[in-house]
C-alpha cells in the first residue's frame, strides 16, 4: 500500500455524526501536525523500526458533506509495505479519538480504500462526480484549500502531491470536456425553491443569513434575485459581516444581538464554523411567540449543526438540513448519467496514470543505490588516477587504466552471475545482460559463446570490452 483514503460523507454517515469529525479551517493545520507526529514517532508508529525511511504524508479534506485523511507510508518499495499497517491503524485510532466514537463504531461508517482505489476516489471527489449536488465546483477548491492546509503544515510529500495535482488535472478536463455540472441545482437554489413552496411570494419576506463564509454568500446571491423585502446578515465578527451585507444592500447584525431579533425574519439560513449549535430550540420557542405562529422556514448547511435538532419538531418551523436537500438536487437524470459516463472513462484514464508512476516509484531505492555504487566506483578509479598522475605517469596511460578500471567494475557483477548461472538458467541471464549492457545487439545464443574467458591465477579478470550503461540511464 502507497495512498490510504480514510474517511466518512453523506452517503456513509448522518450529518450528526458526520459534524463530530468536522474541522474548520484554521483547525487543519495543527491536526494536520498532530497526525503527523503519531505516524512519525518512534512508538509503535508506522515508522518504527525504519529510522532511515523519509516521513510519512497525510493530507486532510473536511467539508459539510465529508471529512477524509489522505495518507502515504514514508519509505518506498519494502519499506512502505512494512509500514502501511501501521499507517492504516494509526489514522483509524487518530480519527476514532477526534471524533470521541469506538474504532468499530467508526469503521461502520468510514470507507477505507488503497492505492488505485484510493487515487479514484480523490478524482471523482475533485470532479464533483461524488458530491451530494453531482458536478458542483465547490469541492474542488476546498481540496485545494486542504492541499495548502498540508503543504503549509509541512505534512505534504512527493506521493500525495502527485495524487491531487492529478485529480486537479483530470478534474480541469472533466468540467471542460463534460456537462457533468450543468444539469443539477445547487444546494442554494435548493434553498430557494424550499422556500418558495412555503411562502408564496418571497418578495415579501425578511430573510437573515448566519455567517459570512462562501455557502452563505451563494445562498444569499440567490435569494437576492428574488427580491425579498429585507435581508439581514448576522456574524461573529462584524466587520466581515458588515462587507457581505454590503455587497447585498442587507443590514448588519451582530450575533450576540441574534437572540433578540429571531422573531424578524421568515427565513433563516445559517452555516458557520461553530462547534457548537448558535440558534437553540429556546430562542427559536421564544421568536415564534412573539410572531403569532406565524411559520418560520430555517435551513442549517453546517457541520456540525448550527440549529438544534430539537427545532425540527415545532409546529411552525421548517428546518432543512444538507441532507433533507439532496433530494431537490437529483435532477435531469438522463442527461447526468450521459456525462457522468464521460467523466468515469477521463477519471478512469487518469487513475491508470497514476497507479502507473506509483509502481515506477517502487523502483526509485534500486536507481539510488546504482547511482551511489557507480559513484563509489567513479570515485576509487579518479583517486587511483590521481596518484598515478602525481607520480608523473603517462596521462594517456593513466586515463586507459581509469577506464578500464571503470569497465571492468561494471563488468564484474553481471559477469559473474553469467559464469555462476547453470545450464537451464544461462541462457535467460545471457538475454538480460544482452538487453541491458548492449541494447539487444546480441542475442542469447551469441552471448553465450561470447563469454569472457576466467581469469588465470595471479592475472585480473579481463573481459571482452562493451559499452558500460550510462548511469543516466537508469533513472
Given at each position: 500500500?502507497t495512498?490510504?483514503?480514510?474517511g466518512l460523507?453523506?452517503?456513509?454517515?448522518?450529518?450528526?455524526?458526520?459534524?463530530?469529525f468536522?474541522?474548520?479551517?484554521?483547525q487543519?493545520?495543527?491536526?494536520l501536525?498532530?497526525?503527523?507526529?503519531?505516524?512519525a514517532?518512534?512508538?509503535?508508529?508506522a515508522?518504527?523500526g525504519?529510522?532511515?525511511?523519509?516521513?510519512p504524508e497525510v493530507?486532510l479534506?473536511?467539508?459539510?458533506?465529508?471529512?477524509?485523511?489522505?495518507?502515504?507510508?514514508?519509505?518506498?518499495g519494502?519499506?512502505?509495505g512494512?509500514?502501511?499497517?501501521?499507517?492504516?491503524?494509526a489514522?483509524?485510532?487518530w480519527?476514532?479519538?477526534?471524533?470521541?466514537?469506538?474504532?468499530e463504531?467508526?469503521?461502520?461508517?468510514?470507507?477505507?480504500?488503497?492505492?488505485?482505489?484510493?487515487?479514484?476516489?480523490?478524482f471523482?471527489?475533485a470532479s464533483?462526480?461524488?458530491?451530494?449536488?453531482?458536478?458542483?465546483?465547490q469541492?474542488?477548491?476546498?481540496?485545494?484549500?486542504?492541499?495548502?492546509?498540508?503543504?503549509?503544515?509541512?505534512?505534504?510529500?512527493?506521493?500525495?502531491?502527485?495524487l491531487?495535482?492529478?485529480?486537479?488535472?483530470?478534474a480541469?478536463?472533466?468540467?471542460?470536456s463534460?456537462?457533468?455540472?450543468?444539469?443539477?441545482i445547487?444546494?442554494?437554489?435548493a434553498?430557494?425553491?424550499?422556500?418558495?413552496?412555503?411562502?408564496?411570494d418571497?418578495g415579501?419576506?425578511?430573510?437573515?443569513?448566519?455567517?459570512?463564509?462562501?455557502?452563505?454568500?451563494?445562498?444569499?446571491?440567490?435569494?437576492?434575485?428574488?427580491?425579498?423585502?429585507?435581508?439581514?446578515?448576522?456574524?461573529?465578527?462584524?466587520?466581515?459581516?458588515?462587507?457581505?451585507a454590503?455587497?447585498?444592500?442587507?443590514?448588519?447584525?451582530?450575533?450576540?444581538?441574534?437572540?433578540?431579533?429571531l422573531h424578524?425574519?421568515?427565513?433563516?439560513v445559517?452555516?458557520?464554523?461553530?462547534?457548537?449549535?448558535?440558534?437553540?430550540?429556546?430562542?427559536?420557542?421564544?421568536?415564534?411567540?412573539?410572531?403569532?405562529?406565524?411559520?418560520?422556514?430555517?435551513?442549517?448547511?453546517?457541520?456540525?449543526?448550527?440549529?438544534?435538532?430539537?427545532?425540527?419538531?415545532?409546529?411552525?418551523?421548517?428546518l432543512?438540513?444538507?441532507?433533507?436537500?439532496?433530494a431537490?438536487?437529483?435532477t435531469?437524470?438522463?442527461?447526468?448519467q450521459?456525462a457522468?459516463?464521460?467523466?468515469?472513462?477521463?477519471?478512469?484514464?487518469?487513475?491508470?496514470?497514476?497507479?502507473?508512476?506509483?509502481?515506477?516509484?517502487?523502483?526509485?531505492?534500486?536507481?539510488?543505490?546504482?547511482?551511489?555504487q557507480a559513484?563509489?566506483?567513479?570515485?576509487?578509479?579518479?583517486?587511483?588516477a590521481?596518484?598515478?598522475?602525481?607520480?608523473?605517469?603517462?596521462?594517456e596511460?593513466v586515463?586507459?587504466?581509469?577506464?578500464?578500471?571503470?569497465?571492468?567494475k561494471?563488468l564484474?557483477?553481471?559477469?559473474?552471475?553469467?559464469h555462476?548461472?547453470?545450464?537451464?538458467?544461462?541462457?535467460?541471464?545471457?538475454?538480460?545482460?544482452?538487453?541491458?549492457?548492449?541494447?539487444?545487439?546480441?542475442?542469447?545464443?551469441?552471448?553465450?559463446t561470447?563469454?569472457?574467458?576466467?581469469?588465470?591465477p595471479?592475472?585480473p579478470?579481463?573481459?571482452?570490452?562493451?559499452?558500460p550503461?550510462?548511469?543516466?540511464?537508469?533513472?
Open positions: 500500500m495512498v490510504l483514503t480514510l460523507n453523506h452517503h456513509t454517515a448522518a450529518v450528526d455524526l458526520r459534524g463530530r468536522a474541522f474548520a479551517v484554521e487543519l493545520s495543527p491536526a501536525r498532530q497526525l503527523h507526529e503519531r505516524l514517532s518512534p512508538n509503535g508508529s515508522h518504527a525504519n529510522a532511515h525511511a523519509a516521513p493530507a479534506l473536511s467539508t459539510c458533506n465529508r471529512t477524509e485523511l489522505y495518507c502515504a507510508p514514508g519509505g518506498l519494502a519499506s512502505a512494512t509500514s502501511a499497517s501501521a499507517v492504516r491503524h489514522a483509524i485510532e480519527l476514532a479519538h477526534v471524533g470521541q466514537v469506538s474504532q463504531e467508526l469503521l461502520r461508517h468510514t470507507y477505507l480504500l488503497e492505492d488505485g482505489q484510493a487515487a479514484r476516489h480523490a471523482r471527489v464533483g462526480l461524488d458530491s451530494m449536488v453531482l458536478g458542483e465546483p469541492i474542488l477548491g476546498q481540496m485545494k484549500q486542504a492541499v495548502r492546509e498540508a503543504d503549509t503544515a509541512g505534512t505534504l510529500g512527493t506521493t500525495l502531491h502527485q491531487f495535482q492529478r485529480g486537479f488535472a483530470v480541469k478536463e472533466v468540467r471542460t463534460t456537462e457533468i455540472g450543468a444539469h443539477s445547487s444546494m442554494a437554489a434553498a430557494v425553491r424550499l422556500a418558495g413552496e412555503l411562502f408564496e418571497l415579501r419576506t425578511r430573510v437573515l443569513f448566519v455567517g459570512a463564509g462562501e455557502m452563505i454568500e451563494l445562498t444569499a446571491t440567490h435569494f437576492a434575485a428574488r427580491t425579498p423585502r429585507a435581508m439581514a446578515v448576522a456574524n461573529r465578527t462584524l466587520e466581515r459581516g458588515e462587507k457581505l454590503t455587497h447585498l444592500g442587507a443590514q448588519a447584525i451582530r450575533l450576540a444581538d441574534l437572540p433578540d431579533r424578524e425574519f421568515d427565513i433563516v445559517s452555516c458557520t464554523a461553530s462547534t457548537l449549535p448558535i440558534i437553540g430550540l429556546g430562542a427559536v420557542e421564544r421568536a415564534l411567540k412573539a410572531r403569532k405562529r406565524r411559520p418560520m422556514f430555517m435551513v442549517d448547511l453546517a457541520v456540525p449543526r448550527d440549529i438544534e435538532p430539537e427545532v425540527a419538531r415545532l409546529g411552525d418551523v421548517y432543512y438540513t444538507v441532507d433533507d436537500l439532496s431537490l438536487v437529483q435531469a437524470s438522463e442527461k447526468r450521459a457522468v459516463a464521460q467523466a468515469e472513462a477521463i477519471i478512469e484514464t487518469g487513475v491508470q496514470g497514476f497507479v502507473s508512476w506509483l509502481d515506477q516509484r517502487t523502483t526509485v531505492p534500486l536507481i539510488q543505490a546504482l547511482h551511489t559513484d563509489a566506483w567513479r570515485a576509487t578509479e579518479i583517486a587511483r590521481r596518484k598515478l598522475l602525481a607520480k608523473g605517469e603517462d596521462v596511460a586515463l586507459d587504466a581509469l577506464s578500464r578500471g571503470l569497465t571492468q561494471m564484474h557483477g553481471a559477469l559473474a552471475e553469467l555462476s548461472a547453470d545450464t537451464r538458467h544461462r541462457p535467460q541471464v545471457a538475454a538480460s545482460l544482452s538487453r541491458l549492457f548492449l541494447r539487444g545487439d546480441l542475442t542469447p545464443a551469441r552471448a553465450g561470447h563469454a569472457a574467458p576466467r581469469a588465470t595471479g592475472q579478470e579481463r573481459s571482452r570490452p562493451a559499452d550503461a550510462d548511469p543516466e540511464d537508469l533513472a
